[in-house]
Nanobody, 126 residues
Framework: QVELVESGGGSVQAGGSLRLSCAASGDTYSDNCMGWFRQAPGKEREAVAHISTGDGYTVLPDSVKGRFTISRDNANNMVYLQMNSLKPEDSATYYC???????????????????WGQGTQVTVSS
């Protein structure tokens, strides 16, 4: 069983940057798509950034493309989310997640992810 622990959340002003880290333990880290979802109060959980195993193919929605970058360090079982030019609408709890599958697909869905971290809060003030 993979366990995921996020870190790096916090409060920042609009236009600022944060880097989230996800430390994974377990046997299957490197096998599957991993990434980040976020959820704001009263809203559905949404995909933020995902990265496939092997070729490192990334998937990011238009809302964060050009501002967020996802990367993974397979040797150290880490996944990172670099967030630049943050906006107040980026405020949410961010969750690291590991998929059941190696490939992320074009639009990662939470239902396909079976291991979740506890979440880390990101607050962006205007």
């Amino acid at each position: 069983q993979v366990e995921l622990v996020e870190s790096g959340g916090g409060s920042v002003q609009a236009g600022g940057s944060l880097r989230l880290s996800c430390a994974a333990s377990g046997d299957t880290y490197s096998d599957n798509c991993m990434g980040w979802f976020r959820q704001a109060p009263g809203k559905e959980r949404e995909a933020v950034a995902h990265i496939s195993t092997g070729d490192g193919y990334t998937v990011l929605p238009d809302s964060v493309k050009g501002r967020f970058t996802i990367s993974r360090d397979n040797a150290n079982n880490m996944v990172y989310l670099q967030m630049n030019s943050l906006k107040p609408e980026d405020s949410a709890t961010y969750y690291c997640a590991a998929s059941k599958y190696p490939a992320c697909g074009g639009a990662p869905r939470a239902i396909n992810f079976n291991v979740w971290g506890q979440g880390t809060q990101v607050t962006v003030s205007s």
